[in-house]
Each structure stands twice: as structure tokens, then as C-alpha cells.
């Protein structure tokens, strides 16, 4: 098993955490080799961002994805750069609420996330919410182990909250079907 996954989006979004939590989940919670790249924009908010994981139970020889299986985006200036670059079969999640032009001629999943931290009380959670529903949608990594790893990378005054978001876009995900 291998799974390639690209999270976009812009900075400040949260998705270099993405990431991050995700990886986290796949080597330290769970039994699988993780990689996880990142890149960004000189603007500490509001560039270009993009985190990027390799989940394996094999060895791991290339830091860098060669192929999405799945492709996250959390805004459209990424959904639009990143798009060209995936094949047929690639996963698409994404908020259309960020993303309103998204109409490529093939199936993708919607997840409004960001007003799930809306709703929550809180913005600041919405990559927690991709997340969740990310796992909802790709069943690679267990939502236990995603869990722990979310506890064990936000600030522990936010818990409750980020755990709160996390199960409300798994079960976002889990509810979401292509269109």
C-alpha cells in the first residue's frame, strides 16, 4: 500500500498542520512509513501553501509524491494550479465554499468544512475539519490514530475544539459521495 496526498491551499489555512497530522497519524499512531513535504510562499499568510504525504508500508524511497492519489484543495488560486498535474483516477476533496469554480468535468467530493468552524465557533479549525473529512472519504489511516495525532499537535487549551472539529468533518466525509 501507498497512498500520495497533496493538501493546497493558501497560508494561514492550516495545511502545512494538515499534513503534518496526517504523517503523524500514519508513523506514530498507526504501523505505516510516513513522508511529509511542504512548500510555501515568502508571505507568512495569504501565499501559496501546500503540504504533501507519502503513507506506505514499505519503505519510502522518494521524499517527494511522484502521483496524487489524492489531491485537497482549501482555495481556488491552488485548486486551480494544482489540478493539471493529478491523474484521471485522483481523488478530489474539496470546500465549495473556497473553491466555487470547480467545475473541471469530473467527479469530486464537496465538504464544506469551513463552515463546520463556522458553526463551531471558530476558522481556526476549518484544516482540522479537512482533516477529519479526509479520512471520512480515504479509509488509509484509522480515524483513532488520526485522533491521537490531532491531540498530540494542537495546543492543548484547543483540544476540545479541534477534537470537535475533526469528528464533525469525518462525519462530513464519511456522508460526502463525487459529484
Not at 506514530?28 to 515568502?42: H, I, K, L, R, T
Not at 491523474?87 to 463546520?116: A, E, F, S
Not at 480515524?143 to 491521537?148: D, G, I, L, S, Y
Amino acid at each position: 500500500m501507498k497512498k500520495e496526498i497533496r493538501i493546497c491551499g493558501f497560508g494561514g489555512q492550516g495545511v502545512i498542520l494538515a499534513g503534518f497530522i496526517m504523517g503523524k497519524a500514519a508513523c506514530v499512531f498507526s504501523d505505516f512509513n510516513a513522508v511529509q513535504s511542504q512548500s510555501y510562499g515568502p508571505e507568512a499568510r495569504g501565499g501559496a501553501a501546500r503540504s504533501e504525504v507519502i503513507i506506505s508500508d514499505e519503505k519510502i524511497g522518494y521524499p517527494r509524491p511522484t502521483s496524487c492519489d489524492l489531491m485537497v484543495a482549501m482555495a481556488q488560486e491552488a485548486f486551480n494550479s494544482y489540478r493539471h498535474d493529478i491523474r484521471d483516477d485522483t481523488v478530489i476533496i474539496i470546500d465549495p465554499d473556497l473553491v466555487p469554480n470547480h467545475d473541471i468535468g469530473r467527479l469530486l467530493y464537496k465538504v464544506q468544512v469551513q463552515k463546520i468552524a463556522e458553526d463551531l465557533g471558530n476558522k481556526i479549525v476549518t484544516n482540522i475539519a479537512m482533516v477529519g473529512a479526509i479520512i471520512g472519504i480515504d479509509d488509509t489511516l484509522s480515524p483513532e490514530a488520526v485522533k491521537k495525532a490531532v491531540i498530540d499537535s494542537v495546543p492543548k487549551r484547543f483540544t476540545d475544539l479541534n477534537i470537535n472539529a475533526f469528528e464533525r468533518g469525518l462525519e462530513a466525509g464519511r456522508n460526502a459521495r463525487p459529484e
